[in-house]
């Protein structure tokens, strides 16, 4: 008999009687089974943490003198870095991406429509069974790590939530970030993007490659080079990993180019291995093993396994799931080392990001009948899908991709 797992604990903070009652009846409403605790101060809260562990804590920002939310959020983060973190704010703008970024996972602006906050936690309790390991829960929430998606990520998300945002306020936001700015105009200056001339400025970039774009750049980009300060383990090369990411990105994206779903394409195929990036930076010694694996022969991912339980396919998928990317993006990046006909029964961007890995890793990647063959295409299905013909096409995109040719 499978045993069944315990029902999800959840730490509600706010300090207004009826805000909080009514939340407190919402967070019921999501899941009966849910144990929620209504607390209505930082002392209460910080008290209940010390006292047992929680799944899921939620804080208002704002709580009067004394401790802020935030101050709340960071204790928790330090004492249960497994939970899920989610700020309950009634401003936005740069000062609370500031304030919340460094130890929230996700930001709901008051008044909240209940649906989004139900989404939120039935996101929240999903990732809890895709990742059940405790322990790798708390190496991408540990308050000495990096758990939320970097400050830029944020204040561009929140730019792009206000319908009259303009390219020159997206471009002054990254503009702050030199190094950012750099290698963004470095990437989208690469022949594959094929843009009509060479972009010399952040405005051209975000001009050109549009809003969507680029704000996943930023987070690829800034991810990389946050994780690019840590102690470096032996064997990962953390340039390689972004120049392949890059190089699904884009060939994914042309695999679905005409159909719509080029931008989701490009966006998970920009962020398919921050897994790989969470584990080396967080567990070196285990990630170090891990490479000793891949070494003597060992695929990368089945490496993981044997040493974490799981691959970093699913550690990514966890990480972008807590910060609120799309569901369909974090399921892309959760199946792409899964055999094709589990990844999905239709082609679209999980499909298209799992075969653009494995041709990007090696464009005469072999083409199998046999379902067993996990490290080749499965020749089978792309004939179910209907995209079987289309693989000479490709493996020849994904050589022009990694010469960096205009595509």
Request: with cysteine.
């Amino acid at each position: 008999m499978t045993e069944l797992a315990p029902p999800l604990r959840l730490l509600l903070l706010d300090d207004e009687p009826t805000v909080r009652r009514s939340v407190e009846r919402l967070l019921r409403s999501v899941e009966p089974s849910w144990e929620v605790l209504a607390v209505g101060t930082a002392e209460e809260a910080v008290s209940a943490l010390e006292a047992g562990g929680f799944d899921i804590v939620i804080s208002d920002l704002n709580l009067g003198a004394g401790m802020s939310g935030a101050d709340v959020l960071a204790f928790a983060q330090e004492r249960n870095p497994d939970a899920v973190r989610l700020v309950l704010s009634g401003s936005a703008g740069p000062e609370t991406s500031s304030r919340t970024v460094p130890t929230a996972h996700m930001v709901l602006a008051k008044p909240f429509d209940s649906r989004v906050l139900k989404e939120h936690l039935a996101r929240a309790a999903e990732l809890r069974r895709l990742l059940s390991d405790a322990r790798l829960r708390g190496l991408v929430g540990a308050s000495n790590r990096l758990p939320s998606a970097p400050r830029l990520f944020h204040e561009v998300v929140t730019a792009l939530a206000n319908p009259r945002c303009a390219v020159e306020d997206v471009a002054a936001l990254v503009e702050r970030d030199v190094a950012l700015s750099a290698q963004l105009i470095r990437l989208v200056s690469s022949a594959f993007f094929a843009l009509p001339q060479r972009v010399r400025t952040v405005r051209g970039a975000v001009a050109f490659l549009g809003f969507n774009t680029v704000k996943t750049l930023v987070l690829g980009v800034s991810i990389v080079e946050q994780f690019r300060a840590r102690p470096a383990v032996r064997g990962f090369d953390i340039d390689r990993l972004q120049a392949h990411s890059l190089e699904t990105a884009v060939t994914a994206r042309e695999m679905l180019r005409g159909t719509g779903g080029g931008d989701e394409a490009f966006s998970a195929g920009m962020l398919h291995d921050v897994g790989q990036l969470l584990l080396a930076a967080r567990a070196p010694e285990e990630y170090s093993d891990v490479l000793i694996r891949t070494r003597e022969g060992q695929r990368l991912e089945l490496a993981e396994r044997a040493i974490f339980g799981v691959d970093h396919a699913v550690v990514g998928a966890y990480l972008l799931g807590i910060w609120g990317l799309p569901q369909p993006l974090v399921s892309a990046v959760a199946r792409h080392h899964l055999p094709e006909r589990e990844v999905s029964e239709r082609f679209g961007s999980a499909l298209a990001v799992a075969m653009a890995n494995k041709l990007c890793h090696d464009p005469d990647t072999p083409a199998s009948d046999d379902p067993g063959e996990q490290a080749h295409i499965d020749l089978a299905h792309a004939r179910a899908v209907g995209v079987a013909s289309s693989l000479p096409g490709w493996r020849e995109l994904a050589r022009r991709v990694a010469r960096n040719e205009e595509i």
